[in-house]
């Protein structure tokens, strides 16, 4: 069983910048955040292949955030820019043994517990 754990959540101001973390326990291939805002269902945000090198991002936040990873970390990170009100949420790391990118959350065996974005206008 891999365990993720996220860090690197807060508060930040409109336009200011947060970088979050994920940590496996094991190892794990794809990678992604998704993120659920309050009374909203979860959605995709970002994802990673194995390799670093395939990427694929949400239309809102493409061009801002930046999904990278150090597999000699098992870390997966992302570097959020030029945050908005509406990226307030809790956000979620997941992994899964597959190769290839994916948006879909079906597609992960492994979620984090979350952590708190929180950005004010």
């Known amino acids: 069983q891999v365990q993720l754990v996220e860090s690197g959540g807060g508060l930040a101001q409109a336009g200011g910048s947060l970088r979050l973390s994920c940590a496996a326990s094991?190892?794990?291939?794809?990678k992604a955040w998704f993120r659920q805002a309050p009374g909203k269902e979860r959605e995709f945000v970002a994802t990673?292949?194995?390799?670093?090198?395939?990427?694929d991002y949400a239309d809102s936040v493409k061009g801002r955030f930046t999904i990278s990873r150090d597999n000699a970390k098992s870390t997966v990170y992302l570097q959020m820019n030029n945050l908005k009100p509406e990226d307030t949420a809790v956000y979620y790391c997941?992994?899964?043994?597959?190769?290839?990118?994916?948006?879909?959350?079906?597609?992960?065996?492994?979620w984090g517990q979350g952590t708190q974005v929180t950005v004010s206008s």
């Open positions: 990673i292949n194995w390799t670093g090198g395939s990427t």
């Open positions: 997941a992994a899964s043994h597959g190769v290839s990118t994916s948006k879909l959350p079906g597609d992960y065996d492994y």
């Open positions: 094991g190892r794990t291939y794809r």
